[in-house]
C-alpha cells in the first residue's frame, strides 16, 4: 500500500511561506523600529542640550550655574514639539533629562496580533560651567 | 483503474508551480532588508548631518560639515550615489534642517531604491562664532 502523497509539497510550501513571510515582517517592522528608536534618541539629546542652556541669570551673576527649571522644561518642550515628538522632560538641578517614545506601525507584524511597537530614546545633557 | 488514484508526477508538478512563488518570497526578504536599511542609514545620516552643521562656525561651514558628517555614516552603505543638504539660519538658538537622500541598489534584484529624510538640530546658545 502506497501512501497518498498528494499535497505533502503545498503543506511544505505552506510552512516555508509562512516563516519567509514572519522574516518579512520581523526585518521590516524591526529596522522601522531601529530607526524610530536612533531618531527617539536622538531628538532626546536634542531637547535635553536645549532645555540645559537655560541657565538662570540671576544665578550667573550670584557665580554659579544653576539652570531656571521653567525655562528649561520649556526649551525641551519646544525642540521636541518643533520634531514633532513625544516626550518627558524632567529638570533637575544642572540636568534635564528627556524621554521620548514613539509608536512604529508593526506592518505585516500585525497579523500576528502587533499592531505597533513602542520605542523609547532617552537622554540627559547637564549644564557645566566652561573654562 | 485500480483503487488507488495514480498521482505519479504530481509532485513535481507542484514543485513546478511552488518553486518560483517560493523565490518571490524571497526575493521579498531580500528587498525588506534593502528598504530598511537604506531607510535606516538615511534617517541616521540626517541626524547626524544637522547636529553636525549646528556646530559650524560660519554658514559655509555648517554645509560643509553636513556634507561630511552624512559622508561618514553612508560611506560602506549600499547608498551608492547620495545627497545632502542642509537649511536654516547659523543663529543661537537657530534650528538647522539636514535632509538627505540615497539611492541604493537591491543587492541581487533589479532596479534601485531612494530613501529620503530630514531631522533638524538646535544650535546651541552658547556658543563660538567665527570672529572678523
Redesign the interface.
Known amino acids: 500500500m502506497?501512501p497518498?502523497?498528494?499535497?505533502?509539497?503545498?503543506l511544505w510550501?505552506a510552512v516555508?511561506?509562512s516563516g519567509?513571510?514572519a522574516?518579512?515582517g520581523l526585518?521590516?517592522a524591526?529596522?522601522?523600529a531601529?530607526?524610530a528608536k536612533?531618531?527617539a534618541q536622538?531628538e532626546a539629546f536634542?531637547a535635553a542640550?536645549?532645555g540645559a542652556?537655560a541657565?538662570s541669570g540671576a544665578g550667573l551673576a550670584a557665580g554659579t550655574v544653576v539652570l531656571n527649571p521653567m525655562a528649561a522644561n520649556q526649551a525641551a518642550k519646544a525642540?521636541l514639539a518643533?520634531?514633532g515628538a513625544n516626550g518627558v522632560v524632567d529638570v533637575s538641578g544642572r540636568t534635564v533629562s528627556v524621554t521620548v517614545s514613539a509608536s512604529v506601525p508593526g506592518e505585516l507584524l500585525s497579523l500576528v496580533g502587533i499592531a505597533t511597537l513602542e520605542v523609547r530614546g532617552s537622554a540627559s545633557a547637564t549644564a557645566t560651567p566652561g573654562t | 483503474m485500480g483503487p488507488?488514484?495514480d498521482?505519479a508526477g504530481?509532485?513535481t508538478l507542484?514543485?513546478a508551480v511552488?518553486t518560483p512563488?517560493?523565490v518571490l518570497?524571497?526575493g521579498?526578504?531580500v528587498l525588506?532588508?534593502h528598504?530598511?536599511?537604506a531607510?535606516?542609514v538615511v534617517?541616521?545620516a540626517a541626524?547626524d548631518a544637522a547636529?553636525a552643521a549646528t556646530t559650524a562656525r560660519s554658514q559655509a561651514g555648517a554645509d560643509s560639515a553636513a556634507q561630511a558628517a552624512a559622508a561618514a555614516d553612508l560611506a560602506g552603505t549600499d547608498c551608492g550615489s547620495w545627497s545632502a543638504s542642509v537649511s536654516g539660519a547659523l543663529v543661537p538658538g537657530g534650528?538647522m534642517t539636514a535632509a538627505v537622500s540615497c539611492t541604493t541598489s537591491l543587492g541581487i534584484l533589479p532596479g534601485s531604491f531612494t530613501a529620503a529624510n530630514t531631522?533638524?538640530?538646535?544650535v546651541?546658545?552658547?556658543r563660538g562664532v567665527a570672529t572678523g
Do not use: H
Not at chain 1, 497518498?4 to 503545498?10: L, P, R, V
Not at chain 2, 531631522?119 to 538646535?122: E, I, K, N, S
Open positions: 502506497i497518498n502523497q498528494e499535497g505533502s509539497i503545498t510550501f516555508l511561506a519567509l513571510l522574516v518579512v526585518v521590516w524591526g529596522g522601522d531601529l530607526a536612533a531618531r536622538s536634542a542640550r536645549a542652556q541657565v525642540v518643533a520634531a | 488507488r488514484r498521482d504530481s509532485a507542484e514543485l511552488l512563488a517560493a518570497l524571497l521579498l526578504v525588506a532588508g528598504v530598511v536599511s531607510r535606516q534617517s541616521q541626524q547636529r534650528t531631522a533638524g538640530a538646535v546651541d546658545v552658547y
